[in-house]
């Protein structure tokens, strides 16, 4: 009883502020050498989280951290929940992280939302760096690199795609409709080939329901906000919070339909035949393995779990970024008719009215090109990478990063920083075209696919994607704004990646 007689309010005060004391100067310690940020608003447990902008739910991260950017410059730290955060904004700082030492920030921190939605860190994308993610990624990029090389086959699948597209847009007849869907469909479509061959499009069932879920994972803000707060700390994936809840829901639905067509693609496996899919060439992997003595660490990697992984971050990452730029060009196309008018004269000159574009035409055809560019950078489809974590003590500038560092880097303030390009909120396709006409590819701050070891393992395909798609559009079609409303809000909305606000359009078919 003795003891509660020094349970005062003013025994309590002192103790509060011993323990803000304290925190603060472990927090000191801790961040010692690191970019600068905001030490004395760091709070037990949960760190600098009140220090960001007030009015920032439903913002991305780097929105709600816009007056630490404004006070700290373009590189500095701060304490959220269990984790230290370097967040890199200015171009040398990312292309440092990203490039430079690669492989010193080449990690994904162990948050639960990226662990529970990939059986345990078990794909490429969200998955740590490490043997299994190199093997895994090898395979990827392998089934990719096979597939451009057999252009005629890209070509002819693509195009398919393209013409039931267009199709599409004729039977509108002139009248406004959401190209959404009819695009996410169409890009799906060709991923699917490459991920499944022929035995998984949209004539599946199954098709249409995996299609919905991986959209409603890229584009739930509130769910995306959520689960980024909560994996901050990590003692709430012992509660069940809705947003977790619902991410591993979908999650495990996804992989419940993917594995369904694993098992269905093994059963009929012929391990004579030409393999024709990232899924065969998984399926022979793993057959190999097995039959190896002392394999059993390949096999280990080649489980289901890892499988069915690797063919949703395919099919995920493959067709909704590309499916969101193809939105993007139409709606800067709407606002930028002029670019719209001189694409279709120069394909005019090039390709002619009596056949389509083909992969021969892309070196002709360098304002296509640089539409697309054009409209990743501004677009920003990623305007954040997926963050990084450091392997080990490190640096960035003159500053130390110490190992166990969520690192943050900003692409989207990269692709409009003045200093990088010139008046950068405009949409102006000439800035990636030389003086004698050609493509710009080198330019260093241009990073809409990231760089370094965390590259995004699709970029070759995307881009064969997007010039076929939107070549294929404006050669038959003229994009115009809708008869109802405005043009396309340019703001666009942020969730796990940035895309435009829903819109309708018309199109207008060329002569």
Known sequence: MAFLEYITFGNIFLFLVFLLILNLLIELYQFRNMPPGPRFTSLPFIGNILSFDRGAAGQSFIASTASLRKKYGTLYSLKLGAYKFVVAEDADSVKEVLVKKSADYAGRPPFYSFVSTTLGGKDIGLGNFGPAWKFHRKLFMTAVRQYLSNQELVEERISEQASNLLKYFEEQKGKDFDPAEILMKSVA???????????????????????????????????????????????????????????????????????????????????????????????????????????????????????????????????????TTLRWAIAFLIHNPEFQTEIQDKLDEVVGRDRMPTLDDRPKLPLIQATIMETLRLGNVAETA????????????????????????????????????????????????DADGQLITNSGNFLPFSAGRRVCAGEALAKVELFLFLSWMLHKFTFLQSDEGSPPDLEGVSGFTRFPAPYKMRVLKRD
């Open 189 to 323: 479509n060709v991923i699917c080939r490459i991920s499944f061959g022929e035995h998984f499009d949209s004539s599946s069932p199954d098709f249409d329901e995996l299609l919905r879920l991986n959209n409603e994972s890229f584009t739930d803000t509130k769910m995306s906000e959520d689960a980024f707060i909560l994996d901050l700390f990590p003692l709430a994936k012992y509660f069940p919070f809705e947003s977790y809840q619902k991410e591993i829901k979908m999650a495990n639905r996804m992989f419940e339909i993917i594995g369904k067509q694993l098992k269905l693609q093994r059963e009929r496996f012929d391990s004579s035949a030409e393999v024709k899919s990232l899924t065969e060439s998984l399926i022979k992997e793993r057959i190999t393995a097995e039959g190896e003595v002392g394999s059993e660490d390949k096999v280990s990697i080649l489980s289901d779990d890892y499988i069915v992984n690797t063919l949703e971050d395919m099919f995920s990452a493959g067709y909704e970024t590309t499916s």
């Open 386 to 433: 997926i963050p990084h974590y450091t392997l080990k003590d490190t640096t960035l500038g003159d500053y130390r990063v110490p190992k166990d560092t969520v690192v943050m880097v900003n692409l989207q303030y990269v692709h409009l920083d003045p200093k990088c390009w010139e008046n950068p909120n405009c949409f102006n396709p000439h800035r990636h075209i």
